[in-house]
């Protein structure tokens, strides 16, 4: 006879913050890295005409070949195996059967669940031509998630996350989305703490190694208010204005901070690929 006793299930404890160890951020490097994969394997399916649907499959395909599960995926009630915005949908879009247009941004966020460990990151992907003020935004909003993860440190705040990101975004004119923040994870999808993407250095929680969260801001290039629209998840900009995200899942080490998701293939901005980035800094 074959007696299985169920694992305790691990719970959000109000308050307290799980610091990891090695054995979790060897499964962190593995759900992170092949979450960056399937970002990658998007970069040649985002064009014109092609469904953010067909997007979806896309990635729940992906996760079944890979023995991973798309998080998203029935999540709260959340439909589909993938997030994706378009131009001024600000996060939580769901894909749909209409086709993306030449010159739209759009957001594609994706988390991937291998060995129970959570690996969630997204990019904005160009649609064909783009227009300027367009991919301006992006690499603004890239540059904020790179200066946000370089104040990773044991001894910094993060506020100074918070801090370093606002205050890139608003010198470019630009404003930083207060609803929506990073969040702890790990073998939670959501967990504490959150990471507000505005602030001030040396406000919040105290940054200690073995810490693992992401860092996500949703930058407008008019104000920054949302609103969320009937279906109970599509947020978007309330004044129309162009909304841009990206995000990575990090960990906090001894001496800064190591980032799971970065691509193996140089395109954490797909629009403007390169060699691969650090993925310690
Ligand atoms: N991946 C998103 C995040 O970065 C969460 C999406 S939850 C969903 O936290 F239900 F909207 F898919
Ligand atoms: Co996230
Ligand atoms: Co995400």
Known sequence: ????????????????????????????????????????????????????????????????DNGAFPATLYYHGYPRSCCTSINHVVCHGIPTD????????????????????HGDSSRMYGVGEVPRRAMRLLEITHECLERGMAAVRPGNTTGHIGAAIQSFAEAERCSVVRDFCGHGLGQLFHDEPNILHYGRAGEGV???????????????????HVKILSDGWTAVTRDRS???????????TETGVEIFTRSPKGLDFPDRPGAPLPAIL
């Open 98 to 117: 209409k086709p993306l247009r030449d010159g739209d941004i759009v957001n594609i966020d994706v988390t991937l669940i291998v060995d129970g460990w």
């Open 206 to 224: 105290v940054l200690k190694p073995g810490m693992l969260f992401t860092i996500e801001p949703m930058i407008n290039l008019g104000r920054p």
């Open 242 to 252: 162009l909304s841009a995200q990206f995000e990575h899942t990090i960990g906090v």
């Open 1 to 64: 006879m074959n007696l299985h006793v169920a694992e305790e299930p691990v719970r959000r404890q109000p308050g307290t913050i799980k610091l990891h160890g090695a054995e979790a951020f060897a499964a962190m490097r593995k759900a992170g890295r092949l979450t960056a994969e399937a970002l990658d394997m998007l970069v040649d399916r985002v064009k014109p005409g092609v469904t953010t649907d067909a997007i979806d499959r896309a990635v729940f395909e992906f996760a079944m």
